[in-house]
């Protein structure tokens, strides 16, 4: 059996960056070189990021990016690695993109593709088969999907490579490949971080290797990208589904394997084996000898798992550092409240930039209490972070004698007011606000819209108030393990809720108590489980009442967007329709 | 030759809403019956309203959609209204929509269908077969297409039933319904106005007509629903695309129309016809013979065409209309500057709703002007609506003693000082916050975030600012045509743009001129022209790199949406992920 040496560059790309991301798979390709590797494999568009949005709609864009896969390839070559074959992912079109009569985009023919490149020039560009369009995934808006797949001889075995969901879906092109007897399937992937999404992926692979009677090479990209994160977790799989090599989680890794893999066989029969599937097969035939021995590597140390706790929290503290550096932020302000949201989102920021770039402001008014400006204090005390006391009684009062307010519109002028420091601040010096909501909270509207709402990033927007106690508690433990000062006062996980916005305020005024709250709304929400159905499972009818009420009407909700009548094709009107980034010079 | 009466109910449905659009339904049943019409045609999901987003992916939604489906034709079966074939757009799904492994939406068979019903029973569900997925359409994330056409024989002639989209794409299934023979194809649709759609549409009617061999019954929705709006401007045409009748403008209407058909041919040969094209066709027989004489009809008075401006004015009105009424409001709220942006929504509002609904406020800063003050005043006199004065100074002033704030971050603290106001004043008084800035500023940031930007819709935000200058004088002009007093003083469409946010500014100060700005943003964000090509246009390199750079970079821009860290695979990081409405009780 030939033996190759695999790499796979777990890199972390920026959308837009082409600059940027080509000299992150340069710098992969040199570490790989030098490693002595046979093949390297990038991510799923590793040159213009993911998700790239309506950039792909650019033909400005699309332009740049066939023109920067030809220079990566001669900057390849030129620096000596073209004998390296490399996987690059980018964007392509099947010709000019011009103005089109009725804008069926999938017309315009553009692709998520992946080029092989080897001797400074590109031996063939595969164009993704199956295109999600679910949950977070947008493709059919952008691309066609592809149908042909194409092998490549390297070393005397035939590797054939796929993206993404091209793994996900059952058939082809996994089923082409074992008919074209494959000896190794190359799986290229931007796959966003879910929670438990990890053991979903090792079974997967498992049932994948098995039934494509070969090893898998599965390489997916890290790093936070707006609203997701990658998690890397990439993975060689053998035949059997055993985990021969893997990458960290939440980190950039190169992941290097010697892998002994079925020898190719005799060309010619592709006609039959493209029989019976809706796709076409391609050989390309780079090196028919097996390649000269090598030495063994070190034995493979695999990447620890972490536990449940640890992988959330290594997600928010990746999507937070990353949203901050790739928007050119250095440093972060919010409110600190004493309460629990602001101490763990306090404590992820820390963690993610570094105590001396976290700027913590506690704002009181008359209704807050000296625990909590204690406990604030307390926190930023542990953590080292800046910290310091803006009040905003006399800003509140000097509304209040000008309007005459009352219940809940004097609560949330607190909140709002304290939104109009932290944006003055920010201004002034250029810190990126965080707004510390949580999950259940925005679910129900309990929330003050421009008050502490306010904020380019919200840390913890997706995660269920339950499980910020848990994190906090779990952030403490695992700093005692380490020997270290346990970051979150005792009392911030221990006190009642409280928006502390009227006399005794407490949440569970308002709320239901939150395990039950999150229960329902991860049945409701998440779940897709209706009002009749919740009743039958036991819940109080009057309390699925009133919190699928809250979900569905909360008037907050209504107005935490601006819609606005829209009079032309395109329009500012849908985030995604912006031209999003200002890092690709068209 | 048989005769049939057409009746087409422009509706105006409301998203979620089913009791109340069933209602909609069965009144133009009855005005339809009573005025001896042989079928009613109704819009696109009249039903369940359109765009119904993620509501289509609620199991329940989408069973009391079919429940509601049968009620709808027991009721007018029971009202005496059965003999009347009427259509009904609702969802519908193959069997149950359980979990799925993998949630590849389109595999759960949800279906945007259309529904004949007749004598208390549904005769077919017809399944829309081109699924629009550019632009503000997303069906491919709903729904799956349906690949057979239904013809039902009402009269003597087959009539084919189309949605939509259906009619924008070539080939089936009009090709289809021409193979058919069908007499008639009825067009049921939601289709979002756009400047210059009316007359794209009426030139894609004429070649359909013209290909299809038969009259064409379009009928189209009226009304606004979020962000778009329905326009109506439902046409019939006959076989060379003459205009036989046509609905109103932005209003609901009914259109009746008698039209000599061509008799249907023998059944049977439907084996042959569906040949050659991917799609199925289905007959059913409701009558066969001619209908008896009803008389003719009053000679039927084609409804005016609108002047472009005049067509824009009633779709920004529309828009602004049902979106208080839909969301529950009565009233609406904003800052009255005496500047040209909140003077065109202050008259668009109190053509809305009415003047007295319109509040109006003017909140001076040291840096505003006292002939914005007498500005804002008389075009508050002229309209009628309510107007108050609030100082923010104060406000400003308490901020500034206890930050020490500067440049931008001074300018900010003025705006958003205003915010809190309207905010206030909003959670006071219960009255909606309207935004008033345009899609130029939007555009390039030219607005403070959490400042002029507060609000829950934001009427012009589509509309550049030249064209708001140009409705300003066409709203002068109107009024004075007809009698009445100019809503607009001369002054505030005279004087140059300023934000009066520190001395002597003006917009110029920031921005090039508007009409050059607008015509580099008509082609940089709608047309998709790059910076080489703006430059080889002839435009100005350093303007070009320095107007797309506003456009790509804002610093308001990138910081306008706070998303946060996805950790699951639903979450509410994007807006159409929530549920949208709290009318729907499932």
Same sequence: chains 1, 2.
Wanted: proline share 5%.
């Amino acid at each position: 059996m030939p033996t190759l040496r695999i790499a796979l560059a777990q890199d972390n790309p920026t959308v837009g960056d082409l600059k940027g991301n080509a000299a992150q798979i340069r710098s992969s390709a040199r570490r790989a070189f030098d490693a002595g590797a046979d093949l390297l494999v990038t991510g799923e568009l590793s040159l213009c990021g993911y998700p790239v949005e309506d950039l792909a709609l650019r033909h400005t864009f699309i332009q740049q990016c066939k023109e920067d896969l030809l220079r990566l390839a001669a900057d390849l070559e030129a620096e000596g690695l073209g004998p390296l074959p490399v996987t690059v992912g980018y964007l392509d079109a099947d010709g000019p993109l011009g103005e089109v009569d009725h804008p069926t985009e999938g017309s315009r023919g553009i692709r998520n593709a992946l080029a092989l490149v080897h001797e400074g020039k590109v031996v063939f560009r595969y164009y993704k088969h199956h295109l999600p369009n679910y949950g977070v995934f947008d493709e059919d808006r952008y691309f066609v999907a592809g149908h042909n797949l194409d092998l490549a001889r390297i070393g005397g075995v035939d590797i054939a490579f796929t993206i993404c969901e091209d793994m996900w879906q059952q058939g082809v092109p996994f089923e082409a490949a074992r008919q074209a007897g494959a000896g190794l399937v190359v799986s290229s992937n931007a796959s966003p971080y879910e929670r438990g999404k990890a053991d979903e992926r090792s079974r997967l692979l498992q049932r994948r290797a098995a039934s494509t009677e070969c090893p898998i090479a599965y390489l997916n990209v890290v790093g936070g990208q707006d609203e997701l994160v990658f998690d890397g977790d990439s993975r060689i799989v053998d035949t059997e589904g055993g985990l021969v090599a893997n990458g960290s989680r939440f980190a950039e890794d190169l992941v290097v394997a010697d892998l002994d893999l079925k020898e190719a066989g005799e060309f010619g029969d592709l006609a039959n084996l493209s029989a019976g599937t809706p796709m076409s097969v391609t050989r390309h035939d780079l090196s028919d000898a097996p390649r000269a021995d090598k030495g063994a590597l070190p034995p493979v140390e695999l990447r620890p798992t972490l536990s449940p706790h640890q992988e959330v929290w290594e997600a928010l503290r990746t999507g937070l550092a990353d949203y901050v550096r790739k928007n050119g932020f250095k440093s972060v302000l919010f409110g600190l409240s004493g309460g629990i949201d602001s101490a763990v989102t306090a404590v992820l920021a820390a963690d993610a930039l570094g105590a001396e770039q976290v700027w913590s402001v506690a704002m009181p008014s008359q209704f807050s209490s000296q625990h909590s400006l204690d406990d604030a204090a307390d926190l930023a005390e542990r953590t080292g972070i800046n910290h310091t006391v803006e009040p905003v009684q006399p800003i509140v009062d000097a509304v209040l004698s000008q309007l005459a307010l009352s219940g809940l519109a004097l609560e949330n002028l607190q909140a709002r007011t304290r939104g109009v420091l932290l944006m003055a601040m920010s201004n002034q010096h250029g810190h990126l606000v965080l707004a510390p909501g949580n999950k259940s909270e925005y679910a129900v509207g309990y929330s003050t819209l421009y008050g502490d709402s306010v904020g380019g990033f919200a840390p913890i927007k997706d995660v269920p108030k339950t499980l910020i106690f848990e994190l906090a508690k779990w952030r403490n433990e695992h700093a005692e393990r380490n020997g270290e000062t346990a970051p979150i006062p005792e009392n911030i996980i221990s006190k009642p809720p409280s928006a502390e916005l009227r006399p005794d305020q407490k949440d569970s005024d308002s709320l239901p108590d939150y395990d039950v709250l999150d229960r329902i709304l991860d049945l409701y929400v998440d779940g897709d489980v209706g009002r009749a159905d919740l009743v039958e499972r036991g819940y109080d009818p009057d309390l699925v009442e009133r919190v699928t009420g809250l979900v569905d009407g909360a008037e907050y909700k209504r107005r935490q967007t601006a819609p606005g009548t829209k009079i032309s094709a395109k329009s500012f009107g849908r985030d995604r329709r912006l031209p999003i980034t200002n890092r690709f010079r068209g």
